[in-house]
């Protein structure tokens, strides 16, 4: 199953093959998530999405930059549950009610949910990884969409069709999978920018034209990923370097202590001039104010002549 899905899903029995997937996960687990709510018709959940049809319906133009894509939508869907992102792609390979239990099991099931709460702490938690895994970018400037939208929102709509036949296959870790082999596909082509600002150029205006090679190659290395395995060998990689830097520190703050006994030492060395100095410059400006008062100028105080210890 695994293997047949990696090679690709017909488009045109995608739907079916969905619905199959989620069918042999439930039957796998024989429970349903903790988190799923109490079950409710779709019927009855669409009397409460009037007032929110217009923010829906505003959005297909972002979801579908396409006239085509759109009207093939909205011809299916006139009145029901107009797409967001992520509904639009289930929408385009099954009816309003097929899509809503798709919906539910992408959510709970797969622990999708997770990604949109009010924290978005496991979104931080993503970027955090994505950024340690692949040399240190920001993936804030580039990557956010990806996740929040399952990349409906910026990438092709055949490719966004491929990452819904691995989730359904596997669950929702497929995501942070898609992400890192985009990135590590384009390896090279990052590696040769020069500042982050034509890095994140460089990955928004290619990887939205990605061609049907990359996108074969990007959802092959997906299938047999693992990421566990790359975070280990990369916290590995991070503890390996890390006791150098702390030895090259301990060494640093050894040899502190030693190069302050020398200044010390020189200083100790140089009072004993400064002393004689100090009492020559004393004597000649007692000898300059003693020449002024023969002039009949002023009289010196007599307690300016004599040495203080400041």
């Not at 497929?174 to 040769?192: E, N």
């Not at 502190?256 to 009492?279: D, N, V």
């Not at 400006?285 to 009289?299: I, K, M, N, P």
């Amino acid at each position: 199953m695994h293997l047949a899905v990696g090679q690709g899903v017909p488009r045109h029995h995608r739907g079916e093959i969905w619905k199959f997937l989620v069918e042999q996960c439930h039957l796998k687990h024989l429970f349903l998530s903790k988190q799923q709510p109490k079950d409710m018709p779709s019927k009855e959940l669409l009397k409460q999405l009037t007032s929110q049809q217009h923010t829906i319906l505003s959005d297909l133009g972002r979801t579908f930059p396409t006239q085509r894509s759109r009207a093939a939508v909205t011809s299916q869907h006139p009145e029901g549950l107009l797409p967001s992102r992520r509904r639009s792609i289930l929408l385009l390979h099954m009816g309003e009610e097929e899509m809503f239990n798709m919906l539910k099991f992408l959510m709970f099931d797969t622990g999708l949910w997770k990604q949109y709460r009010p924290d978005i702490i496991i979104l931080q938690i993503q970027m955090d990884q994505l950024s340690r895994l692949e040399y240190e970018i920001g993936p804030s400037l580039y990557a956010t969409p990806w996740f929040l939208t399952v990349f409906a929102s910026q990438f092709h709509l055949g490719f966004v069709a491929r990452v819904f036949d691995m989730i359904f296959l596997q669950d929702s870790e497929v995501i942070f999978k898609v992400a890192l082999s985009l990135l590590g596909c384009h390896k090279p082509l990052i590696l040769q920018q020069e500042n982050l600002g034509t890095i994140v150029d460089s990955i928004k205006s290619t990887l939205l034209n990605l061609g049907l090679v990359q996108m074969l190659k990007t959802i092959s290395q997906v299938s047999e990923m693992d990421p566990s395995k790359k975070t280990n060998s990369s916290l590995c990689k991070q503890n390996l370097e890390q006791p150098q830097v702390a030895n090259g520190r301990i060494q640093s703050l050894g040899a502190t202590p030693e190069k302050l006994l020398i200044s010390r030492s020189k200083l100790k060395q140089a009072i004993p001039a400064l002393e004689l100095e100090w009492s020559a410059l004393l004597q000649m400006v007692g000898q300059l104010w003693r020449q002024t008062a023969e002039l009949g100028c002023w009289e010196p105080d007599p307690t300016l002549l004599e040495p203080s210890g400041n």
